[in-house]
């Protein structure tokens, strides 16, 4: 038990026969059909349990220590496996072979296959519970916000509306004292044309002026007849 997990393959390869011979032994289930029956095999919680909800940029690690997911004392998880399937004495080998090198390693380090599903199956579970509580918080923030936003924008329309009402009465206001200017110019009109005609039967030249704006120069001097 002192060689590396890739020596065994090593060694298993050299005693193989050619490649083209299937090995003498009972037909197997794919590993994709394994794999498939140990996850299925897992019991799977409504959801699983986090000691403290990690922030919403947490990593991986700080959120696999939330489910208290911790490394069994044989050191072998999905991320182990990951990292010996990159390694260079396999990864460009055919997958069979690569499996084969895998399941060699966890055979010779007492590791079940079983124990490594599991705790993929596990990180996974956590992944899509930290998933969903993003984005229950997304989705109250959204709401919460698009309350925020369209009462904003209440107040906007009535402020407008408030300051388009006083913009109307001093426009109002103008009018009105327009129309009381311009009424009163005609009756100061009547009233000068009055005046004037009555100042007419006495002098030469009339001093009255009739709808003269005010800065007008003022009239010449008046000659009596």
């Known amino acids: 038990m002192t060689k590396k997990w890739y020596n065994y393959f090593v060694s298993v390869d050299e005693s193989a026969g050619p490649a083209d011979q299937p090995p003498s032994t009972p037909a197997e289930p794919s590993a994709a059909q394994t794999v498939a029956d140990i996850a299925a095999s897992i019991a799977q919680p409504a959801q699983p349990r986090m000691a403290s909800l990690p ?72 992944l899509d519970t930290f998933e969903r509580v993003q984005q229950r918080s997304l989705e109250e923030l959204e709401l919460r916000k698009t309350a925020e936003s369209k009462q904003i924008q209440e107040e906007m329309d009535k402020l407008v509306a408030e300051h388009r009402a006083r913009i109307q009465a001093n426009a109002d206001a103008v009018a009105k004292e327009r129309e009381r200017f311009y009424t009163w110019r005609l009756q100061k009109q009547q009233e000068e044309q009055k005046i004037s005609d009555t100042v007419s039967h006495f002098v030469t030249e009339n001093p009255i002026t009739r709808g003269v704006p005010p800065d007008a120069p003022p009239p010449g001097k008046s000659t009596v007849k």
Request: glycine share 4%; proline share 6%.
């Open 55 to 126: 922030g919403p940029a947490a990593s991986f690690d700080e959120i696999y220590n939330a489910a208290e997911i911790r490394p069994p004392d044989h050191g072998y998880t999905i991320y182990k496996i990951a990292d010996m399937l990159q390694s260079e004495h396999i990864r460009n080998l055919p997958a069979e072979v690569k499996r084969s090198s895998i399941l060699l390693a966890l055979d010779a380090a007492g590791v079940k296959l079983q124990e490594i599903i599991e705790d993929a199956v596990k990180r996974d579970r956590a």
